[in-house]
C-alpha cells in the first residue's frame, strides 16, 4: 500500500529495446505523436523534429509539439522541420504510436502527458540517467551527450542519410547539451564532424542557439547577479552560490535568457553547486542545479522531485523563496 496517491496506480516500467527493434516499432507505427519536454532546450526540439522530418520522408504520418510556452523559443526558430509543430491543443488525441525526446519523466510532457495513455504504445527516447521509464518502451542511453547522439545512432542503423537538415536538427542538441563541446567524451567530436561535413554554418547555429540575447538580457543579469549569494560552508563545506530571477526580472524576456543565468552562476570558484531559482509564476520556482566533480545534483534533485544528469538537474518547488532554498541546503547536506 502507497501512501503517494499518484503511485497508487500500477507502475509502468517500459521495456527496453535495442536499435533495430526500435527501428521496428517506429516503420510498423500507422501514425506517430512525437512530445518534447516543457520549456523545450534545443536537444528536446533538435531530436523532436529530426525524428519527425525521417519519420515524414518515410511517410508516415507524424506531429511535433510540446505542452509549454505555446511558442517555440526564438533562438530555435531557424531549425528545418519546424512545419511539423503542432500547437499543444491541437495534438491528436490519440495515435498509433506515441515517442517522447528527452523527457526524463511524464511529468516534464506537462499537459500533454495525457496523450501517453490514449496512445497505442509509447516509446521513450532519452539520456537522462534519472529517466523513470514511463512508456511501453523505451531507447535510453545515459552515457549519450545529447537525445540527438541517440538518434545519430538509431539513424546510422536505419539507413537513414544525414543530410544538412537533419544534421542542424541533431547538431543543435549536441553543441547545446555539451555547452559547446566542453562536457565530451570519446566519440563527440567525430559525431560533430560528421555532421558539419554536410555543408551545415555550425558557427551560425551556436550563434543562434547560445550567443543571442536582447538587450534587455544585460540590465536582467546586472539585477540577478548582483543578488547572488554564496554560502560557503555548504554541501559538506563545498559550498553553494544560488541566484534568484523573480517574474519581475525577466519580464519582457524569453526563456533563453532565463536559462543563460546558471552557466554564469556555475562559474564561481568557491562553490561546488551552484543553483538559480526561476520564478516561474508568483510563488511558483522551477530550479536549475549544477555542479563540478564531487556532488551529483541528479540525486539531489531527485530527493527534491525533480531529475537530470550527475553535474546537470532541476526541480520545482513552490511558495517562498527563503523556504526553497532552506529546502535545498538541507537536502546538500
Ligand atoms: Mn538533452
Not at 22 to 44: F, M, N, R
Not at 150 to 172: K, M, N, P, Q
Not at 277 to 286: I, M, N, R, V
Amino acid at each position: 500500500m502507497t501512501h503517494c496517491p499518484e503511485t497508487a496506480s500500477p507502475a509502468l516500467v517500459s521495456q527496453p529495446l535495442q536499435l533495430q527493434d526500435v527501428i521496428e516499432v517506429l516503420e510498423g507505427a500507422t501514425s506517430v505523436t512525437v512530445l518534447c519536454h516543457v520549456q523545450p532546450d534545443a536537444d528536446t526540439i533538435g531530436s523532436g523534429l529530426a525524428l519527425g522530418i525521417v519519420l515524414e520522408r518515410k511517410g508516415i504520418p507524424v506531429q511535433v509539439s510540446f505542452a509549454s510556452p505555446d511558442r517555440l523559443p526564438v533562438s530555435m526558430s531557424g531549425l528545418p522541420g519546424t512545419d511539423l509543430l503542432v500547437p499543444a491543443d491541437a495534438v491528436a488525441e490519440s495515435s498509433d504510436l506515441l515517442v517522447t525526446v528527452d523527457c526524463g519523466s511524464a511529468g516534464r510532457l506537462g499537459a500533454l502527458a495525457s496523450r501517453l495513455d490514449r496512445a497505442g504504445r509509447s516509446l521513450v527516447i532519452d539520456h537522462h540517467r534519472s529517466n523513470t521509464r514511463y512508456g511501453t518502451f523505451d531507447l535510453i542511453d545515459d552515457s549519450a551527450e545529447a537525445t540527438t547522439a541517440v538518434l545519430a545512432r538509431l539513424f546510422d542503423l536505419w539507413d537513414v542519410e544525414i543530410d544538412a537538415d537533419l544534421a542542424h536538427c541533431l547538431y543543435a542538441g549536441l553543441v547545446t547539451d555539451t555547452g559547446s563541446f566542453r562536457w565530451v567524451r570519446p566519440g563527440t567530436h567525430d559525431l560533430a564532424e560528421r555532421l558539419l561535413a554536410t555543408g551545415i554554418d555550425g558557427a551560425d547555429i551556436a550563434r543562434r542557439l547560445l550567443d543571442t540575447h536582447p538587450f534587455g538580457w544585460l540590465p536582467m543579469l546586472g539585477a540577478v547577479l548582483s543578488s547572488a549569494v554564496l554560502v560557503p560552508d555548504a554541501a559538506d563545506g563545498r559550498g553553494l552560490v544560488h541566484a534568484v530571477i523573480r517574474c519581475t526580472d525577466s519580464a519582457g524576456l524569453g526563456s533563453e535568457e532565463v536559462e543563460s543565468v546558471i552557466d554564469i552562476v556555475r562559474t564561481t570558484a568557491e562553490a561546488e553547486v551552484s543553483a538559480v531559482f526561476k520564478e516561474s509564476a508568483p510563488g511558483s520556482w522551477s530550479v536549475s542545479l549544477r555542479s563540478k566533480a564531487s556532488v551529483d545534483v541528479a540525486a539531489v534533485a531527485e530527493r527534491l522531485g525533480g531529475g537530470g544528469h550527475r553535474f546537470a538537474a532541476g526541480y520545482t518547488a513552490t511558495g517562498a523563496v527563503e523556504t526553497a532554498i532552506a529546502a535545498l541546503r538541507e537536502t546538500l547536506g
